[in-house]
């Protein structure tokens, strides 16, 4: 069967009780990069992220500022806003659960799972975390706190349930016969054991604060706030209303990447929810691990809570994002240091890439005439270069489709690192003397495998390759994935091409310093 043209891709909408930091940035920069790299390989493309601004924890932050819920919603919502601007995140909707739209969703949902008999009316008496917004079991505090580390205090009140109890097979056999529906395999084995350790049947109305979405029927319970944040994924796309539109056409969701911390909610509460409710579950959740700075824990008492801008202020856009993308295997815990950081910027940015682009431009600028040159006959190591560059796409599609971009710009850097050891073989330099025409051909090739690697880094440093491209004059109908392989005619001989300039500039602060160092202590 062929692939689907549609795609999907969420981010969890950020809770608004802060300002955003690295991980938010993370999370949304890695559906930024995967959404881009399907738009270029020809998908429709949907990207959706957006803010959640229900529940206790948001009206108790609300009441110390000692504004109104919807006020301070509002401000740290548009913060959310900014933050996709600032990372150059190219989203195609931002959804706010104070919408219209979302609490017409939640209700209809509401009266889909009372309609399949799985809410009924009871009583709640357990352990709430208002911090995490979630209900633990006793066998799950560690030292009188959530699992977390957040405070508990013990609820009781009258609730609606949700059946989960009666899903616990139901979900064991979805998820044997989805075993990539978890991402990646640790994150699987943790939701299985999760799982058949037994469900217990969840909670999903509150009494003591009235910040959320009523529930249909009885307006003196508010819906519990996961319920109604999880909604989100398809309130965006219109549904109920719109079941002809945007939700028949990106439902399901190809991936919903999240923390790793909110991995149950997503894996276990979403697919039962939607299967109560009669409806597709989406293909993919992936869950990526927590950053660290300098090795310590984010917080405002270190001073190292530092908030993206201020990453992208100092290192640059496309470096940050370079840098979050390739350094930790994605699923995995990462740290923010400078050192680390600068190493990217200057090694793999500035001498490997940039360096390759410059010196190679400014030969053509030099020597041809500021023109394409004409290749002549080729050589196997030119072929084998070339192979190298067309063959790129092939071997990033799987990877992106696991969700894998260290492992696509490690690949990637593979042929920077060929193109390079090429030029340095070749030494065109010298053949200027002694060959011009070898000399030509050499220019070509690896102008030529330049063009391809800024296509296929385009979803990770767009602006950067988007420069790149400016100055291979490659127009901007033809910088998509279809202009890769060997059945592409390429650079056009005689093309006059634009004086070049540096694409990637080094960062000379010392390796000493640390991030707080260079960026500011944060208050």
């Not at 908030?307 to 699923?331: C, H, I, M, W």
């Amino acid at each position: 069967m062929a692939e689907r043209s549609a795609f999907y891709v969420t981010t969890p909408i950020y809770y608004v009780n802060d300002s955003p930091h690295i991980g938010h940035a993370y999370t949304t920069l890695a559906c930024d990069a995967l959404a881009r790299f399907m738009r270029l390989d020809g998908r429709d493309v949907r990207f959706l992220t957006g803010t959640d601004e229900h529940g206790q924890k948001v009206q108790k932050a609300a009441e110390i500022k000692g504004v109104a819920p919807l006020i301070f919603t509002d401000e740290v919502s548009q913060r959310f806003r900014d933050l996709v601007v600032t990372m150059g995140n190219q989203v195609d909707d931002f959804i706010r659960t104070t919408e219209a739209r979302h609490k017409a969703a939640c209700v209809a949902l509401w009266e889909k799972l009372v309609a399949s008999g799985d809410i009924y009316l009871g009583k709640y008496a357990g352990w709430y975390a208002v911090r995490d917004e979630a209900f633990y079991a006793e066998s799950e505090l560690v030292d009188g706190k959530a699992p977390t580390g957040a405070p508990v205090e013990w609820v009781e009140e009258e609730s609606y349930f949700f059946r989960l109890s009666a899903w616990g097979d139901r979900l064991l056999d979805f998820y044997a016969a989805h075993p990539d529906f978890v991402m990646p395999q640790s994150r699987y084995n943790e939701v299985l054991s999760f799982v058949k350790g037994g469900l217990q049947d969840l909670s999903v109305s509150r009494t003591t604060f009235d910040w959320g979405v009523p529930v249909p029927g009885d307006p003196k319970h508010v819906m519990y706030v996961w319920l109604d944040a999880l909604t989100n994924y398809i309130s965006a796309l219109g549904w109920p209303d719109d079941k002809e539109g945007l939700y028949a056409r990106y439902w399901p969701a190809d991936f919903h990447v999240v923390g790793k911390d909110i991995l149950r909610f997503h894996a276990v509460y979403w697919p039962a929810f939607l299967m109560s409710a009669g409806l597709p579950v989406p293909r993919h959740i992936f869950a990526h691990g927590w950053w660290t700075v300098e090795g310590q824990k984010m917080s405002k008492s270190l001073g190292n809570a530092i908030p993206p801008s201020a990453l992208v202020d100092t290192y640059g856009l496309d470096q940050t994002r370079y840098f979050l993308l390739r350094e930790v295997p994605f699923g995995n815990d990462g740290d923010f240091s400078h050192a680390s950081m600068a190493r990217r910027m200057n090694h793999d940015l500035a001498n490997d890439f940039g360096n390759l682009a410059q010196r190679t431009l400014s030969m053509i600028q030099k020597n041809c005439g500021g023109a394409v040159p004409e290749p002549g006959p080729l050589t196997p190591e030119d072929e084998a270069l070339l192979g190298a560059a067309r063959d790129l796409l092939g071997r990033l599609r799987p990877l992106m489709a696991k969700l894998q971009p260290h492992r696509a710009l490690e690949v990637i850097w593979e042929v920077v690192g060929a193109a390079n050891r090429y030029v340095d073989a070749q030494a065109p330099w010298a053949l200027r003397k002694t060959d011009p025409a070898r000399m030509r051909t050499v220019l070509w090739v690896v102008a030529e495998t330049i063009r391809h690697l800024a296509i296929v880094t385009a979803p990770f440093v767009p602006g950067s390759a988007g420069a790149m491209l400016d100055q291979l004059a490659i127009p901007l109908h033809q910088r998509a994935f279809d202009q890769i392989g060997p059945e592409i005619a390429g650079l056009v001989p005689g093309t006059m091409l634009p004086a070049p300039v540096p694409i990637f500039k080094k960062f000379d602060v010392p390796a000493e310093a640390s991030v707080v160092d260079v960026v500011g202590p944060q208050t």
